[in-house]
Nanobody, 118 residues
């Protein structure tokens, strides 16, 4: 079993920055990919950024958000700059793992609230 712990959310003014972190712990053989999703009130959850051997971003955050990972710490980060009110949402960490016995699995964090408001 793998546990994900997110941190770094909060209230920030438009134009400000936040850095989200997600640490994966437990029985981990290999992490294949790590992602950040978000869900705003009344909207579906959407993929914000993904990192495997490459990175991918939803169009609305390109140039403002940066996803990175520290493999030694099993941690993924999301640096969010030039935040806008429309970035307000609960942000969720997603991790895909591989284990030679149990195969591929997917795990979700508990979510961290990001609110962009003046």
């Amino acid at each position: 079993q793998v546990q994900l712990v997110e941190s770094g959310g909060g209230l920030v003014q438009p134009g400000g920055s936040l850095r989200l972190s997600c640490v994966a712990s437990g029985s981990i053989f290999r992490i294949n990919g790590m992602s950040w999703y978000r869900q705003a009130p009344g909207k579906q959850r959407e993929l914000v950024a993904d990192i495997t051997s490459t990175t991918n971003y939803v169009e609305s955050v390109k140039g403002r958000f940066t996803i990175t990972r520290d493999n030694a710490k099993n941690t993924v980060y999301l640096q969010m700059n030039s935040l806008k009110p429309e970035d307000t949402a609960v942000y969720y960490c997603n991790v895909r793992t591989y284990d030679p016995v149990f195969g591929t699995k997917e795990y979700w964090g508990q979510g961290t609230q990001v609110t962009v408001s003046s």
